[in-house]
């Protein structure tokens, strides 16, 4: 098989487990709400594909920025280390600047993640978790040796830094909701709730109490 044959079979290699990624992350975001588990292996199956070494997840919580997912040579004691301005740089580089950055160990400064440092990582590529203008978090792959991305490594961080946001988002506003649920459970006031068609959707427990239907 000439160079040429060898170029074209391996991108459809690549494209193919592209996508293959890709369905899982939307089987995952589909049939779980349990977010941590989606990240993880969201995070697995990216760096999995790209040939990184290592890779983070870092969300919003709070105000702060929080590890809650890593992958590859990167140690499992990351996960819930707050990223500060000064400990995360590269990770807040990417936030602040809002857009996809690659750079190289030259431009690597992090006391927290020096550890991931003193293992060799030398590139790192990263976009922010982004929805309707709103950041919720961060994504980064890591490689040991200099690892300029190509446009399709670029397209699937993309892409899965967007589906990554929606996940954060769709759950936070799940765990908004159950929050309130649980509020409603609990008031002393009968709750009620009706469709257009006057059909009883939702009742709360002082609502049977007063009522005496279940």
């Known amino acids: 098989m000439e160079n040429s044959e060898l170029d074209i079979w391996s991108r459809y290699e690549r494209l193919k487990r592209s996508f293959n990624v890709l ?36 969300v919003f919580e709070n105000g702060e920025l929080v590890i809650k997912s890593v992958a590859g040579i990167f140690p499992k004691d990351f996960v819930n280390i707050e990223l500060t301005f000064e400990e995360g740089s590269f990770s807040w580089r990417v936030i602040n600047e809002g857009n996809l950055i690659y750079q190289e160990s ?85 709750v009620i709730v009706r469709d257009l068609n006057d059909v009883i959707k939702f009742w709360n427990k002082s609502a049977e109490e007063i009522y005496g239907w279940k």
């Open 23 to 58: 369905t899982q992350i939307t089987a995952n975001m589909v049939s779980t709400l349990e977010l941590d588990e989606l990240l993880q292996t969201l995070l697995d199956r990216l760096t999995e594909v790209t040939n990184a070494d290592a890779g983070i997840i870092a």
């Open 106 to 190: 030259a431009h690597l400064h992090s006391k927290i993640l020096d550890t991931a440092y003193k293992l060799g990582i030398s590139a790192s590529l990263g976009v922010p978790l982004k929805r309707f203008n709103k950041t919720v978090g961060v994504i980064s792959i890591h490689w040991v040796k200099p690892h300029p991305p190509d446009d399709e490594e670029v397209r699937l961080l993309e892409i899965t830094a967007e589906r990554a946001a929606m996940a954060i988002i769709n759950a936070n506003l799940f765990k908004q909701v159950k929050i309130q649920a649980e509020l409603i459970e609990l008031s002393p006031d009968a």
